[in-house]
């Protein structure tokens, strides 16, 4: 691998502002202070289904990362790469146990958060013909248990902010978008408010009001 | 944390036999030769939402893992916790091209397998409600994209093994409980044939043939 950004260059962010997916990656790069450069993809012109992007993923999605000769699809995935590579300990430990409690984070962004919150927006937002009451289902559900993490800790994981966090930050701080009212989770909004006070946070457009 | 194995007690699993979430666990462990205690969850009579079980994962999910002080829930989570202490380099890289690669596979495990194979053999194999049509629109997508990736490359990241396959590997390899064909996928068929041909490993019930 070539130290792209020793060598002045920074790594290429394929990018959709709207995206949370997209978005979870310019929040910690802006975090953890690791330049990146944006490239935005004209998405309702759909580009992200042509060349050069669907070479670089063939699933059509975005965010895409290339670093050099490093090529990543899947927020979660750029994010574990960008901080093993350039963020420190700090956002991704490496001892076992901390891993482990990471990706527990990073398998619900995968998973609950893209099926609730994120979906209920892609309806909500851009009209997307999707299963808008198994959205709101899944959203009520991973919403509550995350609002019992939080009311016995700070943090997702690691007890300090890691990419966990900004892994499952976007489409909950989002949340309202898709027609999710955040009132009944005190602490949810609480553990927004800590992220968007940590230094370099970067806002997008459409967070909650707490944040 | 006590290094539980050095002290003679294997991690606990607390099982399901037929989940393909907990197969991955049995598998890796199998694989990479990790002692693991199974126990089994009674999951007709409910006893994943009750005490001892639900107190260690508030999800009422298996499989959960229990290491000493550590307890984990979430298969990708407990496949990296254990090979990061116990499995070596070879399962799970240290570096951070290897780690993005890996942990896209992850996100694939948790989110279009889960959507995909998975959901469609709960509903073939165990008669749950959900959206049988939608499961398999996700199972054909990620089929196809998995077959395109395995024409290029005979493992999931990383060139060898890695926990990448085993979090892939059993709901794929059982998708015809879900009456999905693999006739179509002749490289997901070699692959599966390949992991079924790694030293130590371990089969569950309903395998595809090829397997």
């Not at 202070?33 to 004209?42: T, W």
């Not at 482990?100 to 209920?120: D, K, R």
């Amino acid at each position: 691998m070539t130290d792209t950004i020793a060598a002045g260059r920074a790594p290429v962010l394929y990018d959709l502002e709207p995206s949370g997916n997209c978005y979870k990656v310019r929040l910690f790069a802006s975090l953890a202070q690791i330049p990146l450069e944006r490239r935005p993809v004209d998405f309702l012109a759909g580009d992200h289904k042509r060349e050069p992007v669907i070479g670089l993923n063939p699933w059509g999605e975005l965010p895409v990362l290339v670093d050099g000769d490093v090529v990543l699809r899947d927020s979660q995935a750029i994010l574990v790469y960008l901080a093993r590579r350039y963020g420190g300990e700090a956002w991704w430990p490496g001892d076992a146990c901390r891993q482990g409690e990471v990706v527990q984070w990073l398998s619900t962004a995968a998973n609950e958060i893209q099926h609730g919150p994120c979906t209920a927006r892609l309806i909500r937002k851009f009209g997307m013909a999707l299963d808008e009451a198994a959205a709101r289902r899944t959203g009520d559900r991973i919403l509550g248990l995350l609002e019992a993490h939080l009311v016995r800790s700070d943090w997702l994981a690691a007890n300090r902010p890691t990419i966990a966090d900004c892994a499952v930050f976007p489409y909950v701080a989002l949340a309202g978008e898709g027609g999710i009212d955040l009132a009944p989770y005190p602490f949810i909004r609480a553990w927004i408010a800590r992220i968007a006070q940590l230094p370099h946070f970067l806002p997008t457009a459409g967070l909650a009001p707490a944040a």
